[in-house]
């Protein structure tokens, strides 16, 4: 009988390993051979799955974002203002800031290059922001929200604003009291800005 090989753990298995390579060793110290014996496989294996190195990193760029927009997803529709700020607050937690380093480390001064990469990069802001602008239309139809705010401008505003909060922890690794305590300004400056505007 032919062995009967899961692709979708193979691939899994795969992108663990090589995400663990590129965060030990950083990503261009890093070779397709060290992911192969990470992963416990041999190289002419590794390359049935991914045919490169850039292929590889795609799909684990991708895969990261999806992993994200899968937990924001799962979040219910904030039905008030006060839940939308509590799905921000959730949606910077600090263990993903290794993750942010090291795609630093990979995508850095050749990110304009790699199409892959940011065009995923690209899809999942696009895709934010008007997850957040979709919320903000519900909630001024409620009106916990105020009219005057335009839901997709501002739908992207706040999505490039926590995206702005991890990538600067990232890259600077302050302590992460100094994260807490930042992002939750940051989150109650956002909250003040969309409150409805108080009747004269």
């Given at each position: 009988?032919?062995?009967i090989?899961?692709?979708?753990?193979?691939?899994?298995?795969?992108?663990?390993?090589?995400?663990g390579?590129?965060?030990?060793?950083?990503?261009?110290?890093?070779k397709?051979?060290?992911?192969?014996?990470?992963?416990?496989?041999?190289?002419?294996?590794?390359?049935?799955?991914?045919?490169?190195?850039?292929?590889?990193t795609?799909?684990?760029?991708?895969?990261?974002?999806?992993?994200?927009?899968?937990?924001?997803?799962?979040?219910?529709?904030?039905?008030?203002?006060?839940?939308?700020?509590?799905?921000?607050?959730q949606?910077?937690p600090a263990?993903?800031?290794?993750a942010?380093?090291?795609?630093?480390?990979?995508?850095?001064?050749?990110?304009?290059?790699?199409?892959?990469?940011?065009?995923?990069?690209?899809?999942?802001l696009?895709?934010?922001?008007?997850?957040?602008?979709?919320?903000?239309?519900?909630?001024?139809?409620?009106g916990?929200?105020?009219?005057?705010?335009?839901?997709?401008?501002?739908?992207?505003?706040?999505?490039?604003?926590?995206?702005?909060?991890?990538?600067?922890?990232?890259?600077?690794?302050?302590?992460?009291?100094?994260?807490?305590?930042?992002?939750?300004?940051?989150?109650a400056?956002?909250e003040?800005?969309l409150r409805p505007?108080?009747?004269?």
């Amino acid at each position: 009988m032919p062995k009967i090989v899961d692709h979708d753990a193979m691939r899994t298995r795969i992108l663990d390993a090589a995400l663990g390579c590129f965060t030990e060793q950083g990503y261009h110290a890093t070779k397709m051979t060290d992911v192969a014996r990470a992963a416990k496989m041999a190289k002419g294996s590794l390359y049935r799955y991914f045919d490169s190195k850039d292929a590889l990193t795609d799909a684990l760029v991708r895969r990261y974002f999806d992993a994200i927009r899968d937990e924001v997803s799962s979040y219910p529709a904030p039905p008030t203002l006060g839940f939308l700020v509590f799905g921000l607050r959730q949606a910077l937690p600090a263990d993903r800031l290794g993750a942010t380093r090291m795609f630093f480390d990979v995508l850095g001064p050749g990110f304009a290059e790699d199409g892959g990469a940011r065009q995923a990069v690209d899809d999942f802001l696009s895709w934010i922001s008007g997850h957040y602008a979709g919320h903000l239309r519900a909630l001024q139809a409620a009106g916990e929200v105020r009219r005057d705010i335009d839901p997709d401008r501002t739908g992207a505003a706040i999505a490039s604003m926590l995206d702005g909060l991890i990538i600067h922890q990232a890259l600077f690794a302050r302590p992460d009291s100094e994260f807490a305590g930042t992002s939750a300004a940051a989150i109650a400056l956002i909250e003040q800005g969309l409150r409805p505007l108080a009747q004269p």
